[in-house]
């Protein structure tokens, strides 16, 4: 999801640092003491969060009158976010000032700051949650961390290995045995494969032009890339040594970013350019559905009730509310500056 506020197809750049002297060192997640974190009650439904990348805040939205309640600084380009395994914090990866804002995913008041991650643009957890990968977008590398439990809650995170890769690493996606990591990188058009196990690549093979997300089907057997270079997304077969190309499923230029309908068989697809929001039958492997998504879509999430699309509207400065049973949209709202990421904890499941 590169970092322009503009209508095209521009490549990305990427988030997270880390000084030598620190790679062998300890990263903690760990719960929050009272006097490090603002007190505030929860509302009555968890706040909607999205990423203003180039104003590096985060805006917090209301749930139930929908009006943005307040922004909390981050650091330099915050782009992607992420549950922690205890569920007590939303880990907000800022890119170019190498950190991790960590927010309280119910009240949406900061809790910490953690320093001294390497260009952090991209950031997953393994499903056992004994490994978190970061995609160093402008460094053009992985780093695997080692996760590990804590006493009381939070997890400790060692890095294991730092990984080389092609150029921008973009996207991950780890499968649901905790083994492999799949990272797109956009600028060399290519996918990598990396053993968590053994922090080395399996295979790095060539693909479509300027690949961004990547989702792995429930069965881990195929795995789909969207290309914002095309309006296509790739399918390829994974079950054997080396993945083979088995189709090419025609959404809207600018196909870029995935979010799990919930059902184990179909998953949104957002297109950049083509201002629309396709769904894909994982059985078909077809479209299905097309809903409208004006201003440049980028990130989703799905509220629980499956029946509201949010999306953020790069391009418009906007986080905008879709309807999947009428397929209109229903409500757009103003963000800052180029807003990426947009999380909730009253979301559908993500599989």
């Not at 350019?273 to 492997?285: E, G, L, Y």
């Not at 418009?316 to 999947?324: G, P, Q, V």
Request: proline letters at 7%; one cysteine or more.
């Amino acid at each position: 999801m590169n970092r322009t506020d503009k209508p095209s197809i521009a490549r990305h750049a990427p988030i997270w640092h880390v000084a030598g002297a620190l790679l062998a060192g300890v990263l903690s997640l760990g719960l929050i003491s009272p006097a490090a974190s603002q007190s505030a009650s929860a509302p009555a439904k968890p706040p909607i969060f999205v990423l203003n990348s180039l104003d590096a805040t985060i805006s917090v939205v209301d749930a139930v009158s929908f009006k943005e309640l307040r922004r909390l600084p981050t650091g330099k380009e915050p782009h992607h976010l992420y549950l922690t395994p205890d569920e007590k914090s939303l880990m907000v990866a800022n890119a170019r000032a190498d950190s991790m804002t960590l927010v309280d995913p119910r009240t949406g008041q900061v809790q910490r700051v953690m320093e001294g991650i390497a260009d952090p643009y991209q950031l997953r957890f393994s499903p056992d949650m004994k490994w978190f990968v970061t995609a160093a977008n402008r460094l053009n590398h992985v780093d695997i961390y080692r996760s590990t439990p804590r006493l009381g809650g939070g997890v400790d995170l060692v890095l294991a290995k730092r990984v080389s890769t092609g150029k921008t690493p973009s996207h991950i996606n780890i499968d649901s045995k905790s083994t492999v990591a799949y990272v797109t990188m956009q600028d060399s058009d290519e996918l990598i494969a990396i053993d968590l196990a053994t922090q080395t690549p399996r295979w790095k093979v060539p693909v479509g032009k300027l690949p961004a997300d990547v989702f792995l089907t429930p069965d881990d057997k195929q795995l789909m890339i969207g290309l914002t270079g095309d309006s296509f997304v790739e399918v390829y077969d994974i079950t054997g040594p080396k993945p083979v190309l088995s189709k090419r499923i025609k959404t809207g230029e600018g196909a870029h970013a995935f979010r799990a309908w919930g059902d184990k068989r179909h998953v949104l697809l957002s297109n950049r350019v083509a201002n629309t929001i396709s769904k894909i039958d994982m059985q078909t492997m077809s479209v299905v559905a097309t809903y409208p998504a004006p201003g440049g879509p980028d990130c989703m999430d799905l509220l629980s009730d499956g029946k509201t699309i949010l999306v953020t509207s790069r391009w418009a400065r906007k986080l905008t509310f879709i309807d999947t049973v009428t397929q209109k949209v229903i409500r757009q709202i103003p963000m800052g500056r180029s807003p990426h990421g947009v999380w909730t904890l009253d979301h559908a499941p993500r599989n």
